[in-house]
């Protein structure tokens, strides 16, 4: 990429122009986010994440998380490829078929199979019958050793329980007993009125253990090392002829990590994984930043939080010429992405920062921006003069609600590209609350530090 693509590239991307966040991080507009209730800048570093919800991106179907966690997070009814990896299709077809009620009667009937419409791999090259019901009704292939793992999750699970009883009993000096065991753990048994009030009289105590007769231990054998390696099949890889295209590849393999087949007839169609909309929210005070709709056919968001939206963007426009020790006249624009006025302040960046190698000297007038109307940004004139009358020296053009104005840089580095900050305050309408059919507004001051890379110098 030559120099003229990339800084096209930087002027589109923003990457130019960073804000700095609560943390220090220096961040473009577009990846960091405004906490109205914290008037602070939250980067990814400052948010937490948070699974709202779990659908399938294929057909678009919204799986509760319980439901999400018990299917292993995979979809029942989409599969990809095992060669390509692209979704694969269900097709129908009709054939003759022994009746249920007489086998020597022939009916009619549909029968699907899956296929993949980039590579025409079917499910009927690894054996897979053909299925008579289009979804939930395809063989899974099974894991090796799946009882075993499971056996394991179970006994690290009683493991688990254990030792939250043994807290609880040096927490509480008194014994616990079933009522307080099921209150603690939400154990939801349907239990009758003669039995229930059996439990509440403490009648009934736990055993020392703490543990139901439910909940035995599993006897595990502690994992020993072995000498045994299996042996290599010298006459699949030396004696007879291999064949490349019925081997599998690495990538192949590993999407198939439980069997990781070896021989391209022995592949398994691949359930698809959930996709999950998930919230940010602040560290600080526990505010949703971005939460999303639950419906997965609905892409809009409840909550947008997005500096973008919220705080005054600025770019670098043109940059006539840069030279060492010599002060050039450099323009920038900002933009009110809000519905109301906005008084702007630009000063000095008051925390000192070794990335900044340039002096710059900023407009000291107060600057209005107008605010943002949709409906005029269509039929806006640029020749039509505004009402308002600045000075030419310092604003270099006004259209709605955008400005270009000056400002003056000085480098006082050659090798490296030309860094300036700068601080930039404005007020911002956090809150509108309406009154005797009267709206009032809350206005807050926000303070942000910017720093601005305006490339190399010219010799």
């Given at each position: 990429?030559?120099?003229?693509?990339?800084?096209?590239?930087?002027?589109?991307?923003?990457?130019?122009?960073?804000?700095?966040?609560?943390?220090?991080?220096?961040?473009?507009?577009?990846?960091?986010?405004?906490?109205?209730?914290?008037?602070?800048?939250?980067?990814?570093?400052?948010?937490?994440?948070?699974?709202?919800?779990?659908?399938?991106?294929?057909c678009l179907e919204y799986i509760p998380t319980m439901d999400g966690k018990l299917k292993k997070n995979k979809c029942a009814s989409c599969f990809q490829c095992p060669c390509c990896m692209h979704t694969l299709s269900t097709r129908s077809f009709l054939e003759q078929v022994p009746s249920e009620e007489n086998a020597q009667q022939m009916v009619t009937k549909k029968t699907f199979t899956l296929v993949c419409c980039f590579c025409k791999w079917t499910s009927?090259?690894?054996?897979?019958?053909?299925?008579?019901v289009p979804s939930g009704t395809w063989p899974e292939n099974m894991t090796p050793n799946s009882s075993k793992i499971n056996s394991l999750f179970e006994h690290y699970r009683i493991i688990a329980q254990k030792e939250k009883l043994e807290k609880d009993k040096k927490r509480n000096k008194r014994p616990l007993n079933a009522i307080d065991l099921f209150d603690k753990y939400g154990i939801s048994?349907?239990?009758?009125?003669?039995?229930?009030?059996?439990?509440?009289?403490?009648?009934?105590k736990l055993n020392q253990s703490g543990l139901t007769d439910s909940t035995k231990e599993i006897e595990t054998k502690p994992a020993e090392a072995s000498?045994?390696?299996?042996?290599?099949?010298?006459?699949?890889?030396?004696?007879?002829?291999?064949?490349?295209?019925?081997?599998?590849?690495?990538?192949?393999?590993?999407?198939?990590?439980?069997?990781?087949p070896e021989l391209v007839n022995k592949f398994f169609p691949i359930s698809k994984m959930l996709s999950v909309k998930r919230s940010l929210r602040c560290k600080e005070c526990e505010h949703n930043l971005i939460k999303s709709e639950y419906n997965p056919c609905l892409i809009r968001l409840k909550i947008q939080l997005s500096?973008?939206?919220h705080l005054l963007e600025v770019k670098i426009k043109d940059v006539s010429s840069l030279k060492l020790n010599q002060a050039s006249r450099v323009e920038l624009t900002m933009k009110n992405?809000?519905?109301?006025?906005?008084?702007?302040?630009?000063?000095?960046?008051?925390?000192?920062?070794?990335?900044?190698?340039?002096?710059?000297?900023?407009?000291?007038?107060?600057?209005?921006?107008?605010?943002k109307d949709e409906t005029l940004e269509i039929g806006i004139n640029p020749n039509e003069q505004n009402e308002i009358e600045d000075d030419a020296n310092v604003i270099s053009f006004r259209k709605a609600n955008k400005i270009g104005f000056y400002v003056i840089?000085?480098?006082?580095?050659?090798?490296?590209?030309?860094?300036?900050?700068?601080?930039?305050?404005?007020?911002?309408?956090?809150?509108?609350?309406?009154?005797?059919?009267?709206?009032?507004?809350?206005?807050?001051?926000?303070?942000?530090?910017?720093?601005?890379?305006?490339?190399?110098?010219?010799?």
């Open positions: 990429m030559n120099e003229n693509l990339k800084s096209i590239y930087n002027s589109f991307a923003n990457e130019r122009v960073q804000y700095e966040c609560a943390c220090g991080l220096k961040r473009p507009i577009t990846l960091i986010y405004f906490c109205r209730y914290c008037l602070q800048l939250r980067c990814r570093n400052c948010v937490s994440n948070e699974v709202d919800s779990q659908y399938c991106q294929h009927l090259d690894v054996g897979i019958p053909k299925q008579y048994v349907s239990l009758s009125p003669r039995v229930n009030e059996s439990l509440r009289s403490n009648k009934y000498d045994y390696v299996e042996p290599l099949n010298e006459e699949f890889y030396y004696n007879e002829e291999i064949n490349i295209t019925d081997m599998s590849s690495i990538e192949q393999r590993l999407n198939q990590i439980e069997t990781q500096a973008y939206y992405p809000s519905s109301n006025n906005l008084k702007v302040v630009l000063s000095q960046n008051p925390k000192p920062d070794r990335t900044v190698n340039s002096e710059i000297e900023l407009p000291s007038n107060e600057i209005l921006m107008l605010p840089v000085t480098p006082r580095q050659a090798d490296e590209n030309c860094i300036v900050t700068f601080n930039l305050k404005h007020d911002l309408v956090t809150n509108i609350t309406e009154k005797n059919e009267k709206k009032e507004f809350q206005v807050s001051s926000i303070s942000n530090n910017l720093y601005l890379d305006l490339g190399k110098l010219i010799n």
